[in-house]
């Protein structure tokens, strides 16, 4: 077990240990927001795979485990550092990270552990599977039943709270929506000219290259769409885990494709698009909804997962059936002066639910409360 970035403990700091099987996505996103935006009596910790450590930012309190691969290795690794930290150190509160680390915490919960925990899962694992299948059932069940061992579970959209009321999962459930840190670049506004401003309508996606983010369909319905208009632009900004998606994109045309980019190229991107296209075929949130409307930028999300609760339809975006047809249709049909007079709308939405400020508040709350008994 390494640790890393040593602070001093204060007899009145609250001590929260974050125990994760992974960070990648984000889970580093969300711890990360954590860090950078808690107030000083608040000591945050992370457990997390040596291999991930430069998921997370600088300033964040690391403690390495080994383990390359996801398995058995890496969860027995994973149990015995939290257990030898937890004697350690004597955390206030333990807050479990995603579905992997749940046995961990049942493991903890049936030898003794006294401590509060929060579990959340970002992103329930069933709502990934094929609605009424067995496998889907089996997880329900599993999942449903490890996440009452926490005091708490967070689910980070109203989607998934209503999965877990819906298919009645154990324990104490709050919705705290996901959100994004400040932004470093001002959010382009209605009306905004910038250096950079071409008569092409310019579309943006951000996501990994897989079936979950849907880009296979975007390419299809740009395709189509481009044959009715060509003043159609799309921009793609990651990076591919099947081959056939990276030879589709370059036999596109009018398709540019970036790679994945820092943070700052990300934020200049995000305010360059007349709109970002979210098409996953499930979401437990969608962070690059709040990354877009950050700078001002509408978005147009698929119908499926937490996705259409995070867009007001006509007013910071739209929402469109997953299917190639409509997503072509609904391409067609936008209007560069109408998605800029939405730029406002999608700013105000950003600070108003989006924003660190905003989650830190929900969050300090509910730990708060936990640790004081109420």
Same mark, same amino acid.
């Not at 996801?70 to 150190?89: D, E, N, P």
């Not at 009306?191 to 943006?204: E, F, R, S, V, Y």
């Not at 499926?304 to 059936?321: A, C, M, N």
């Given at each position: ?10 007899? $009145? ?11 990648? *996505? ?13 107030? +000083? ?12 450590? +430069? /998921?997370? +930012? ?7 485990? $080994? ?50 925990? &929060?579990?959340?899962?970002? *992103? ?5 599977? #094929? ?16 996440? *009452? ?41 209605? *009306? ?19 079936? /979950?983010?849907?880009?296979? &369909? ?29 030879? $589709? ?35 437990? !949130? ?12 509408? @978005? ?10 995070? @867009? ?41 639910? !989006?924003?660190?400020?905003?989650? &830190?508040?929900? !969050? ?9 008994? #109420?």
């Amino acid at each position: 077990m390494a640790s890393s970035n040593q602070q001093t403990d204060k007899s $009145s700091d609250i001590k929260i240990l974050s125990v994760c099987e992974t960070v990648k *996505g984000g889970i580093a996103t969300y711890l990360n927001l954590i860090d950078k935006y808690k107030d +000083d009596g608040l000591m945050h910790r992370v457990i997390l795979p040596d291999i991930h450590r +430069d /998921q997370l +930012d600088s300033n964040s309190h690391k403690i390495l485990y $080994s383990g390359d691969k996801r398995g058995i290795a890496r969860l027995i690794s994973l149990f015995k550092t939290t257990r030898t930290t937890i004697k350690k150190w004597e955390p206030d509160l333990i807050y479990f990270h995603s579905s992997f680390t749940m046995p961990i915490m049942a493991m903890l919960r049936l030898i003794g552990l006294k401590s509060k925990i &929060i579990y959340c899962a970002h *992103g329930w694992g069933a709502l990934s599977i #094929k609605k009424g299948s067995l496998k889907r059932k089996l997880i329900e069940i599993i999942e449903g039943y490890l996440c *009452g061992f926490a005091n708490t579970a967070i689910n980070i959209s109203h989607n998934e709270i209503n999965h877990a009321r819906s298919v009645n999962y154990h324990g104490n459930h709050v919705v705290i929506e996901n959100a994004v840190c400040e932004p470093t670049l001002p959010p382009r506004l209605a *009306g905004a000219k910038t250096d950079d401003n071409p008569p092409n309508l310019n579309l943006l996606f951000v996501g990994r290259f897989d079936r /979950q983010k849907g880009l296979d &369909i975007l390419l299809d319905a740009f395709k189509a769409a481009s044959v009715k208009r060509n003043d159609l632009h799309l921009h793609v900004i990651g990076d591919s885990v099947l081959h056939q998606y990276k030879t $589709s994109i370059s036999d596109t045309e009018n398709v540019t494709f970036y790679g994945w980019l820092s943070s700052a190229e990300l934020e200049k991107h995000f305010s360059r698009a007349d709109i970002v296209i979210v098409p996953s075929r499930w979401e437990g !949130f969608g962070l690059v909804v709040a990354e877009s409307m950050r700078a001002g930028t509408p @978005v147009m999300v698929s119908d499926k997962g937490s996705l259409p609760g995070l @867009v007001d339809e006509g007013v910071t975006g739209y929402i469109t059936q997953l299917n190639v047809s409509m997503l072509s249709e609904k391409l067609i049909s936008l209007s560069k002066s109408k998605l800029d007079s939405l730029r406002d709308n999608c700013y105000e939405t950003y600070k108003n639910r !989006f924003s660190a400020k905003r989650y &830190i508040s929900e !969050f300090k709350d509910l730990y708060e409360n936990l640790c004081m008994g #109420k």
